[in-house]
């Protein structure tokens, strides 16, 4: 239903911007490249850290994910060789724990990383290499060994290698920093290619270009438009910045060239020099993304709640209130006629006892109630007196009974 989709989406959206928030406090940065089968990703990476260290080759050749990283593993002593990682479980890696990984020698990297058998390939989840430094090898423009941030280079299997590796490079774009998307001259943006960097969009307004083999191209202007009008279409903030963040080089044959130093030294600004890109925008435009949604929402919500409302009312004023009018002019004739018949019989009571003890005290009917009683003689004068008085008493007794008895049958 759509409330537990919604209550899905913003649990999502919750360690979404946990992540976020471990991302930005976290000094290091993480590069991801990614791109489409046989792009030269694997290339470009070695020519960035100018060591031959993953396995290159006119086949694809990287099945999983191969994190470089510029320091040590155990941060004491500076390695003499190249010290690989295999993971299995990524979740629970610890490289100060040996039960977590196995440790492989870098010749085996080709072998590994070209693999076809699949429960090696369940087995190992991802690479992580810790680079040996040769210091003959390492300049001071050096983009991984730069003394200024710990950089991690991640090479990742080809977007359309399988739906399954696709998925997972999908999944770990949230992970990381910078995003080197390497495109081939050759073949342009696949439908992987165009689908990533519309998923990226949701967070990264810029993605750091590169295409790769703009050597073998015949017509290079054409090449170049072609591609550049791509982008302008998939990622307008980067097309706007073109010259900073697309670049057209061959990573194989023209690492001394002025195209690739151009290239190097922009990515390295813009890792190093421009983190307020690389860090913060990203989570800038999440959350502008997700207030933006959350506002329309929001929005859609309260137009629905104010058209229920106002039909609510209709139907009230439609079905309800005719019936309770006629309900409360009923209720107001009825109290009239209550309060009419209430008067009515008050006024018929008190008439009835006003009369009643009218007749009573009359002169005529005390005369009468005095000559029921026999004159006895002189001497029971006073009894006399005294049966007078009792009849008189007697008399309006049951005058006084008769009229209350009027009244109640009135009432």
């Given at each position: 239903s759509i409330p537990q989709l919604l209550d899905q989406k913003l649990t999502n959206c919750q360690k979404h911007l946990t992540n976020l928030s471990t991302r930005v406090s976290d000094t290091s940065s993480k590069v991801l490249v990614t791109g489409d089968l046989n792009s030269g990703k694997s290339t470009l990476v070695n020519a960035l850290l100018k060591?031959?260290?993953?396995?290159?080759?006119?086949?694809?050749?990287?099945?999983?994910?191969?994190?470089?990283?510029?320091?040590?593993?155990?941060?004491?002593?500076?390695?003499?060789?190249?010290?690989?990682?295999?993971?299995?479980?990524?979740?629970?890696?610890?490289?100060?724990?040996?039960?977590?990984?196995?440790?492989?020698?870098?010749?085996?990297?080709?072998?590994?990383?070209?693999?076809?058998?699949?429960?090696?390939?369940?087995?190992?989840?991802?690479?992580?290499?810790?680079?040996?430094?040769?210091?003959?090898?390492?300049?001071?423009?050096?983009?991984?060994?730069?003394?200024?941030?710990?950089?991690?280079?991640?090479?990742?299997?080809?977007?359309?290698?399988?739906?399954?590796?696709?998925?997972?490079?999908?999944?770990?774009?949230?992970?990381?920093?910078?995003?080197?998307?390497?495109?081939?001259?050759?073949?342009?943006?696949?439908?992987?290619?165009?689908?990533?960097?519309?998923?990226?969009?949701?967070?990264?307004?810029?993605?750091?270009?590169?295409?790769?083999?703009?050597?073998?191209?015949?017509?290079?202007?054409?090449?170049?438009?072609?591609?550049?009008?791509?982008?302008?279409?998939?990622?307008?903030?980067?097309?706007?910045?073109?010259?900073?963040?697309?670049?057209?080089?061959?990573?194989?044959?023209?690492?001394?060239?002025?195209?690739?130093?151009?290239?190097?030294?922009?990515?390295?600004?813009?890792?190093?020099?421009?983190?307020?890109?690389?860090?913060?925008?990203?989570?800038?435009?999440?959350?502008?993304?997700?207030?933006?949604?959350?506002?329309?929402?929001?929005?859609?919500?309260?137009?629905?709640?104010?058209?229920?409302?106002?039909?609510?009312?209709?139907?009230?004023?439609?079905?309800?209130?005719?019936?309770?009018?006629?309900?409360?002019?009923?209720?107001?004739?009825?109290?009239?006629?209550?309060?009419?018949?209430?008067?009515?019989?008050?006024?018929?009571?008190?008439?009835?006892?006003?009369?009643?003890?009218?007749?009573?005290?009359?002169?005529?009917?005390?005369?009468?109630?005095?000559?029921?009683?026999?004159?006895?003689?002189?001497?029971?004068?006073?009894?006399?007196?005294?049966?007078?008085?009792?009849?008189?008493?007697?008399?309006?007794?049951?005058?006084?009974?008769?009229?209350?008895?009027?009244?109640?049958?009135?009432?």
């Amino acid at each position: 239903s759509i409330p537990q989709l919604l209550d899905q989406k913003l649990t999502n959206c919750q360690k979404h911007l946990t992540n976020l928030s471990t991302r930005v406090s976290d000094t290091s940065s993480k590069v991801l490249v990614t791109g489409d089968l046989n792009s030269g990703k694997s290339t470009l990476v070695n020519a960035l850290l100018k060591q031959d260290i993953l396995p290159v080759d006119q086949q694809p050749c990287t099945s999983m994910f191969c994190e470089v990283v510029s320091s040590t593993p155990d941060n004491h002593q500076e390695p003499t060789t190249t010290i690989v990682h295999a993971i299995g479980n990524v979740s629970n890696y610890d490289r100060n724990n040996q039960d977590t990984y196995h440790q492989l020698e870098s010749r085996h990297l080709y072998k590994l990383l070209t693999s076809d058998d699949d429960e090696q390939e369940l087995a190992y989840k991802m690479l992580k290499i810790y680079t040996a430094r040769d210091q003959e090898r390492i300049t001071k423009d050096s983009l991984l060994y730069n003394d200024l941030v710990d950089v991690t280079l991640i090479d990742s299997p080809g977007l359309n290698t399988d739906s399954v590796k696709t998925t997972a490079v999908f999944a770990r774009e949230e992970e990381i920093d910078v995003v080197v998307f390497v495109v081939s001259a050759e073949n342009h943006f696949t439908l992987s290619g165009k689908e990533f960097l519309g998923n990226a969009a949701t967070e990264k307004t810029h993605i750091f270009i590169v295409v790769n083999r703009f050597d073998n191209i015949r017509d290079k202007e054409r090449c170049k438009r072609l591609i550049l009008d791509q982008i302008k279409q998939l990622s307008p903030a980067t097309y706007e910045q073109a010259d900073n963040l697309i670049h057209f080089i061959s990573a194989a044959h023209q690492i001394d060239s002025d195209d690739f130093s151009k290239m190097e030294q922009r990515l390295r600004s813009f890792i190093l020099n421009n983190r307020i890109q690389s860090k913060l925008l990203p989570a800038q435009n999440y959350l502008s993304n997700l207030l933006r949604d959350i506002y329309f929402i929001s929005t859609v919500n309260e137009s629905k709640s104010t058209e229920e409302l106002n039909q609510s009312q209709q139907n009230l004023d439609a079905n309800f209130l005719p019936g309770y009018s006629h309900f409360m002019n009923v209720q107001q004739s009825l109290q009239q006629s209550i309060d009419q018949l209430k008067s009515n019989t008050l006024t018929t009571i008190q008439s009835t006892v006003e009369n009643s003890l009218k007749t009573a005290a009359a002169q005529s009917t005390l005369e009468n109630c005095i000559r029921s009683i026999p004159y006895p003689g002189l001497l029971l004068t006073w009894q006399y007196a005294q049966d007078i008085l009792d009849s008189l008493s007697t008399h309006l007794e049951e005058a006084l009974i008769q009229t209350e008895r009027n009244a109640s049958n009135e009432t």
